[in-house]
Nanobody
Framework: QVQLVESGGGLVQAGGSLRLSCRAS????????MGWFRQAPGKERELVAA???????YYADSVKGRFTISRDNAEKTVSLHMASLKPADTAVYYC???????????????????????WGQGTQVTVSS
C-alpha cells in the first residue's frame, strides 16, 4: 500500500515562491497519475495540477503559468513549484494518487477528488498580502 507524505509548506509573501514535495512509500508510485489538490477554509477541495506516468501534465486555469508539477519516479517523489504566489493561493495542499497510469485528456476524471484513492495528510501554504 502506498503512503504519501507532503512537505514544504509555509508562510510566504505575495509574489514569492514555494516548492512542495510529496514522497511516496510503496512499490507502485511510478505507475500512477499523481495530483496536487488544495482546500481553502469553507471551500471545496480543488485540483491544482496532475501528472501522468509519462510526464503529461494538467493544470487548473488559476495556476497556469505560475505552478509547475514534476515527478521523479526513481525517488518516488512528486513536486509542485509555485511561483508568483497570491493570497488566493492560501490553502492546505494535498498530494494524491489515482489507480490509473494516464488520464488521456479526461480532465473531468483527473479533476475529481473521487478519482484518487490515496491522500497525504496535507501541508499548509499561507500567502500574505
Amino acid at each position: 500500500q502506498v503512503q504519501l507524505v507532503e512537505s514544504g509548506g509555509g508562510l510566504v509573501q505575495a509574489g514569492g515562491s514555494l516548492r512542495l514535495s510529496c514522497r511516496a512509500s510503496g512499490r507502485t508510485f511510478g505507475d500512477n497519475v499523481m495530483g496536487w489538490f488544495r482546500q481553502a477554509p469553507g471551500k471545496e477541495r480543488e485540483l491544482v495540477a496532475a501528472i501522468e506516468r509519462s510526464g503529461g501534465t494538467y493544470y487548473a486555469d488559476s495556476v497556469k503559468g505560475r505552478f509547475t508539477i514534476s515527478r521523479d519516479n526513481a525517488e518516488k517523489t512528486v513536486s509542485l513549484h509555485m511561483a508568483s504566489l497570491k493570497p488566493a493561493d492560501t490553502a492546505v495542499y494535498y498530494c494524491a494518487k489515482t489507480p490509473r497510469t494516464a488520464f488521456f485528456a479526461n480532465y473531468a476524471y483527473v479533476s475529481h477528488p473521487n478519482s484518487y484513492d490515496t491522500w497525504g495528510q496535507g501541508t499548509q501554504v499561507t500567502v500574505s498580502s
